[in-house]
Nanobody
Framework: QVQLVESGGGSVQAGGSLRLSCAAS????????MKWYRQAPGKQREFVAG???????NYGESVKDRFTIDIDNAKNTMYMQMNHMKPEDTAVYYC???????????????WGQGTQVAISS
């Protein structure tokens, strides 16, 4: 089994910064992709940023000039630095990873439980 644990959420004022972490643990042969999603109250879950297979990085249109992600491969941990935050960034942030747990099992998708981010005016 694979577990994803998000951390670093909290409350900050508009213009402030937060740094989120997503730590993957368990039976991991290879991580093909790791992504951040977020879901605000009453809204659909949306893509924020992520590493796609092949090492390519992609950002959602609303955050690409403010957020930056990176991965510590040795720790199987993905980070997202969020700067110049806005009230519209308020949401629960979820980590998603496509993991090869073994050569036999192949690729499986896993989700973390989410971490709350609240940006006040």
């Amino acid at each position: 089994q694979v577990q994803l644990v998000e951390s670093g959420g909290g409350s900050v004022q508009a213009g402030g910064s937060l740094r989120l972490s997503c730590a993957a643990s368990g039976s991991i042969f290879r991580i093909n992709a790791m992504k951040w999603y977020r879901q605000a109250p009453g809204k659909q879950r949306e893509f924020v940023a992520g590493f796609i297979s092949g090492g390519n990085v992609n950002y959602g249109e609303s955050v690409k000039d403010r957020f930056t992600i990176d991965i510590d491969n040795a720790k199987n941990t993905m980070y997202m630095q969020m700067n110049h935050m806005k009230p519209e960034d308020t949401a629960v942030y979820y980590c998603n990873a496509y993991v090869v747990v073994s050569v036999v099992a192949g690729v499986q998708s896993y989700w973390g439980q989410g971490t709350q981010v609240a940006i006040s005016s």
